[in-house]
Each structure stands twice: as C-alpha cells, then as structure tokens.
C-alpha cells in the first residue's frame, strides 16, 4: 500500500539520531550516537506510549549492530512482556506487532550482554495498525 496502513508515529524522537530526549536509558551510555555501552547487564532504552486496548501496533527496530531484545510491555521491565522479538547482530530493521492489554504500553530495547558491550540501534518507531496486519508487506 501508500503507506496508510500505519497511524503517526507515537513515540518521542524515534530517530534517535543525536540524542535521547524522550528516551529512559537503564545500565547504559549513549556516548556517541547511534553506540550504546552496557555498564551492566542487559542495558535498555525505553519509553512509554498510549494505547488503545484491543487494537494491534507495530514496533519497527533498526539494529546496526549488537543483539538486541525488543519488547513491548505494560511495565519497565521484560516480565510483563505482552510481545517480544529479538535481532542477531546484523544490520537491519525488526518489526514486533502486538495488541495492547492496557492504555500505557512500555517499548524496551535492551543491548544483551554485560558491562562494556556496545551496539547501535538508530530508529525506533511505533505506530497503530490501521489495516490487517496479514496483508501489510
């Protein structure tokens, strides 16, 4: 399709291009963009978007490199995972969809590794599905 199929993007500065602004980030340092450093354990950014309950959203990750665990939760943390997926450490785009269960949705991305692994990861979005999700390319 013409790209109608997806409602405008509902998280805050989804580039992520030159900074976090709008982003929490857990047990990590965004030192030189897009490289993000674990100073822990499995590090994360998040932020949280409204939902509607019962409607389906897409999540789309652009890893660059590291692996990374995308979830969307109804907490800060991956064990109320609603959904989840997860890149290999190669450059490309994972898409995650998922229906709410509540009116705030968590997105996390999490860097596994422990302190000192890097990775990148440049855009983050998500968006509601308007159409069927089946049919989407």
């Not at 013409?2 to 409602?7: I, R, T, V």
């Not at 932020?47 to 490199?65: L, M, W």
């Not at 994972?94 to 997105?107: D, K, M, R, S, W």
Request: glycine share 12%.
């Amino acid at each position: 399709g013409g790209g109608d199929e997806l409602g405008s993007e509902l998280l805050t500065n989804s580039s992520l291009s030159s900074n976090t602004t709008g982003w929490t980030l857990t047990t990590m340092n965004d030192t030189s963009f897009p490289t993000y450093t674990n100073t822990g354990t499995n590090g994360k950014i998040h932020q949280t978007i409204t939902t509607v309950v019962g409607k389906t959203y897409k999540i789309d990750a652009t890893v660059i490199s590291g692996e990374w665990w995308i979830h969307a939760s109804t907490s800060a943390s991956s064990s109320d995972s609603i959904e989840y997926t997860r890149s290999d450490d190669s450059e490309k785009t994972v898409p995650l969809y998922f229906t709410a269960t509540g009116t705030t949705t968590h997105v996390l991305c999490f860097l596994i590794g422990g302190d000192g692994t890097t990775g990148k990861i440049s855009d983050v979005s998500a968006k509601l599905v308007n159409g069927n999700t089946g049919t989407l390319a």
